[in-house]
């Protein structure tokens, strides 16, 4: 085959006359290009670390220093108090020097010393800034002085543009929260879901385990929190994810969706090449830190960048008893699976990145490529589906040498996993809704079999040129992909873009070497695997309902019109929905991040409060419009103040979380502990913030709407709900259960949802209705005896 012939630098014969070398001047060239192209990539991670380093100051403030401390000591003045000679004194060079020299490499030596302290007393004054989180408890418009000052300060040590990771150094530590207060607000949540009698019990072991194994426990736990940067973060990834051994797919993997109104190019292999290229220029970003840091929206606030470190070239690897997760430096291709085969598609030539028309070309090569998989290799995805045990022993067995070795490396080591998916999907045809809630559903598990489940990210392209994304959950939590999915699409479309045709732009070199179809040799008893993995995700898939509810009725500019946050608003419409399909309350979870920490991923905020329950009641009871009204800004209230404290670290299951793995590796029982976190949460929710507003027009393109994404179902008898709010005007949720739960239906809930949206609004509209209806009303006539 030419191209493999042009993969060959040099080919040798011997003849009688001796060696024939002959040299291939093309393939010499790729191997110096490629050679290139990673050396710059070291130079600019090793200046990117030397800048970020020294942040907030400036490398070149080094150059300002020891000019300064060179012109002071030119006028005879010692600013070192003394220092200096000292220095002189133990300078191993010094008699072999002339006096001026000396004098250069005091100041240097001096220099460097004063302004790795400035840094450091810098980045430690930055850090106590930081570390200050009063603000997010202030009431808006009612800002303190303390709080302004602060905000001028972190200003003003910002000043200098950051890199992606410049503020890691300078994010405090998640804080340890007392264990009283810890149980105390753990008490006060499921005190709405308790009769007396089990509320007494649970005050018992609570009262108990604080005041006996839980200062024991505390202590270890601070100790850790001193040592590592979170104390929480490692444990969760390894416990809650890593270690689990059942299937990831539909019980830990989540989806991203595509715009629901349009698809830009009806041609599969285009939006494949234009999405390809929008995910490695986001990539190239991020090595080269030109991201900008994540901030709290309308703030200077820096959030944590650590999950983006491990968004490309990286893979979930089973184990028998837990897995790992492996991050490769770099990868200049992507792996492709179509019709049940697997690709290599490398994404470079010379050096440089293909244009979004090569990538189509190639794509369409692999589309068009005729031979059939290899025996075994159509649903050899299926172990990534199923249990981890198996499939870790099924890798160690049949795919730990040969081809087989091979190939799994080249999918493992890609820098992330393209499905051309045979099937259209998207919100279409005669039941557009049944077919969202379809599409949903293949995005969340396909065929379990025509996905890479272990990878960090999966792209998925279907037929009809609709996309969408599933993620694997250890690496990094929802918003983290959710702010890679926006750009992806607003690259696509909006600076990529497609020409009269529907086919990528750019230019196109026909020489390039076609993708390289990936060799298997699977024996029979791994078959005999694929088929035992394949039934249990099959299984597992099955059972999932899912069920799309893109509410267009109003959206947060009529919630924020009555002071009431959109996200309380929300969450309290499910407390209602919940409790007019199920008739009680559940424990509920709202995931809510902590990466105003060093670290920091989630914590919990448990929606079912005390206040949320009298307000559901008292509507529910018919009570007067005022009661209601005043019960729905208490509960409001109070839920924004609960996502605040998990903000800031005061959240309760973390904490507790960390206190039961430290009783395990202490080999003690802690029955409060057990219990707690057995607890089921019957309706788990999530909301995916939309963060960059500024890549999409929704004024003049108001149809390029995202969906948002969403999971699987929590708990077997629970619902799973994640949300998006959609510019001003515009709420989108995704609704999950199992089918085999005869108490839980997603269509009905989703009704629900839609109805306690509506009901909620029209409650809050009595106050304008009222003032309008006074405005309007005829002045009552006036008694002339008074006059």
């Not at 709405?192 to 736990?221: D, K, N």
């Not at 994404?347 to 090569?358: F, I, K, M, T």
């Not at 020409?499 to 732009?505: F, I, L, N, P, Q």
Request: contains cysteine; charged residues 20%; aromatic residues 10%.
């Amino acid at each position: 085959m030419a191209e493999a012939h042009q993969a060959v630098a040099f080919q040798f014969t011997i003849t009688p006359e001796g060696i024939d070398l002959q040299l291939s001047h093309e393939a010499l060239r790729q191997v110096y290009l490629s050679g290139l192209r990673s050396w710059r990539k070291r130079f600019i991670r090793m200046r990117n670390s030397v800048i970020s380093g020294v942040y907030p100051a400036s490398p070149y403030s080094w150059l300002f220093v020891v000019v300064a401390i060179l012109a002071t000591m030119y006028t005879r003045s010692d600013p070192s108090m003394g220092l200096i000679s000292k220095i002189q004194e133990h300078l191993p060079v010094s008699e072999s020097l002339s006096v001026q020299s000396q004098m250069v490499v005091l100041a240097v030596l001096f220099g460097t010393l004063i302004w790795f302290s400035f840094i450091l007393a810098m980045r430690l004054f930055l850090k106590m800034l930081l570390s200050y989180h009063r603000w997010i408890f202030e009431l808006h418009g009612k800002v303190s002085v303390t709080t302004k000052i602060w905000a001028v300060l972190i200003k003003l040590l910002s000043g200098r543009e950051p890199l992606l990771y410049s503020y890691q150094s300078s994010l405090p530590n998640l804080p340890v929260p007392a264990v009283k207060d810890t149980v105390r607000r753990f008490l006060e949540s499921v005190r709405p879901l308790m009769s007396a009698t089990e509320f007494q019990r649970m005050t018992a072991l609570a009262a108990q385990f604080e005041s006996s194994l839980g200062s024991r426990l505390q202590w270890y736990l601070k100790l850790k929190a001193l040592w590592a940067s979170n104390y929480v973060s490692d444990w969760w990834e390894e416990y809650v994810y890593l270690r689990g051994r059942s299937p990831i797919m539909v019980n830990s993997n989540y989806y991203g969706m595509d715009f629901l109104y349009v698809t830009p190019t009806p041609i599969q292999a285009a939006r494949a090449g234009n999405a390809i290229k929008a995910f490695l220029l986001y990539r190239r970003r991020i090595n080269l830190e030109e991201m900008k840091p994540s901030r709290i929206p309308g703030t200077v606030i820096p959030l944590c960048a650590a999950q983006c470190e491990r968004m490309f070239n990286t893979t979930r690897i089973p184990g028998v008893e837990t897995d790992t997760l492996l991050h490769w430096k770099d990868s200049d291709y992507v792996a492709v699976y179509h019709r049940g085969r697997y690709f290599k598609l490398g994404v470079y030539r010379a050096g440089r990145l293909l244009s979004p028309r090569e990538l189509e070309f190639q794509i369409q090569r692999i589309l068009d490529d005729p031979s059939p998989p290899a025996p075994g290799e159509e649903r050899l995805g299926a172990l990534t589906a199923g249990d981890r045990e198996p499939w870790a022993q099924a890798r160690k067995q049949f795919f730990g040498a040969g081809v087989n070795k091979r190939s799994l490396d080249c999918i493992e080591k890609a820098a992330f996993f393209v499905t051309l998916d045979d099937e259209e999907q998207g919100m279409m045809g005669d039941n557009p809704a049944g077919n969202l809630d379809a599409y949903a559903k293949c995005l969340l598990h396909g065929k379990c079999y025509d996905r890479w489940f272990d990878k960090s990210f999966s792209l998925v392209v279907f037929k009809n040129g609709k996309n969408g994304l599933n993620a694997e959950h250890s690496w990094a939590d929802a918003p983290t992909v959710a702010h890679l999915w926006e750009y992806v699409l607003a690259t696509d479309t909006f600076q990529l873009g497609y020409d009269g045709e529907g086919h990528c732009k750019g230019e196109l070199d026909r020489t390039l070497p076609p993708p390289q179809k990936l060799g298997w040799d699977i024996p029979p008893e791994c078959e005999e695997q694929v088929s035992r993995s394949l039934a249990v995700a099959q299984t597992l898939a099955d059972d999932v309902d899912f069920h799309i509810v893109p509410f267009r009725d109003f959206g947060k500019g009529q919630v924020k019109k009555h002071r009431i946050s959109p996200d309380a608003f929300i969450q309290l419409a499910l407390q209602l929905a919940y409790y007019r399909d199920r008739g009680m309350f559940c424990l509920t979870y709202e995931a809510s991040m902590t990466r105003l920490f060093r670290e920091g991923r989630t914590e919990t905020v448990r929606s079912c409060s005390n206040e949320s329950c009298a307000f559901v009641k008292a509507l529910e009871s018919g009570e007067d419009t005022e009661v209601c009204k005043r019960l729905l800004r208490l509960a409001a209230e109070k839920h924004q103040n609960l996502y605040r404290l998990a903000m800031t670290g005061s959240g309760v299951d973390r904490h507790l979380f960390c206190l039961y793995v430290v009783s395990k590796y202490l080999g003690v029982d802690s029955p409060f502990l057990k219990e707690v976190l057995a607890e089921p949460w019957r309706l788990s929710t999530s909301q995916t913030p939309v963060q960059q507003v500024e890549l999409f027009d929704l004024v003049n393109h108001p149809e390029y709407i995202s969906c948002g994404g969403g999971f699987g179902p929590v708990a077997d008898d629970g619902y799973g709900v994640s949300y998006i709010i959609v510019a001003e005007d515009m709420l989108n949720f995704h609704v999950s259960c199992k089918h085999s739960c005869a108490q839980t239906d997603a269509r009905r809930f989703g009704a629900h949802i839609r109805q306690a949206l509506q009901d909620l609004l029209s409650l809050l509209n009595t106050d304008r209705k009222e003032q309008v209806g006074a405005a309007k009303a005829p002045a009552p006539e006036t008694d002339k005896k008074t006059h």
